[in-house]
């Protein structure tokens, strides 16, 4: 069989848009791969390219287009001058810009490749190609051991369930804020030492109640009113380390930002080329992705992962765009 199944999209909007067809299996160019997918990820980033919404890093696709950019799976072909020792083994990549994972079979340069480490799952693998690498550069910035105590938003999701990890495995203190009983429960078995519930009144005064003192670093996913209320709960000389905006953008008074610079808190948006500068490596991407296998493979970190069947992507996306999900969303041909 030359055709295989895979998510299309051939209109930017709603998760509805996207729909399950039989399409051309791809063939491998030179230098290249073609991966049996066993596990897709799914980014919030696919969402915003789902809806059309140009933004960095990654350009909009051309129309149509199978969206998805990190894949697990066993390598069934590969191109010209490609090494054949691939064949046959269990691999993951991040595909880059190039879209292609939401489907039965996807290809991809052989040098963005992978072995996925002994011990790990597909699903757990390419939650670390994407989230972990992402994780990994943000903690760059943060200076967490012990003595430090981190406020953690979006506790429950794939970068937050990491973060929590990390900072209680340097012996920090751990304040994880999520939404709803259901995921600080998750975020109190991850090992949070205090989970609170943030669509709640008053989620701000357990938090101070318990930690008068402040917090040191805040890895905001969220900003908004949840960043501007968290940036009233930390300690003078903290970091406020931005790494999302999934609640928009937050916007401070002229008397909030003089009062923050007056409490020497700094801020530090920790994605794109801040990132990459601090790895000071020629391929800081791949330095971070084989970082986070590694963290995965000795059990460090653990990473939650939600599955869902190839063909309900659009549930999928449905339920991550709402905060309906816990960890991160894979989709498993």
Known sequence: ?????????????????????????????????????????????????????????????????????????????????????????????????????????????????????????????????????TTLGILQFADLGPGSTALITAAAGGIGTLLVQYAKNVGATVVALAGGPAKTARATANGADLAVDYTTDHWADTVRAHHPDGATVLFDSVGGTTARTALGLLAPGARHLVHGWSSGPLTLTEAEQDDLT????????????????????????????TRALAEAATGRLRPAVQRYPLAEAAAAHHALETRGTTGKVVLEP
């Open 1 to 133: 069989m030359d055709t295989m199944r895979a998510i299309r999209l051939h209109a930017f909007g709603p998760a509805e848009n996207l729909s399950y067809e039989t399409v051309p299996r791809p063939v491998p160019g030179p230098g290249q791969v073609r991966i049996a997918v066993a596990s897709a990820g799914v980014h919030l980033l696919d969402i915003n390219l789902r809806k059309g919404i140009q933004g960095p890093p990654a350009p909009l696709p051309e129309l149509p287009t199978t969206p998805g950019r990190e894949v697990s799976g066993t390598v069934d072909a590969v191109g010209p001058g490609t090494d054949p020792a691939w064949l046959g083994r269990t691999v993951v990549a991040h595909l880059g810009f190039a879209p292609g994972g939401y489907a039965e079979y996807a290809v991809t340069d052989a040098g963005r490749l992978h072995p996925v480490p002994d011990g790990l799952d597909t699903a757990q693998a390419v939650t670390m190609i994407g989230t972990g690498r």
């Open 262 to 289: 007056a409490r020497g808190i700094t801020t530090h948006h920790v994605l794109g080329p801040a990132m990459l500068e601090a790895v000071g490596a020629p391929d800081p991407l791949r330095v971070l992705e």
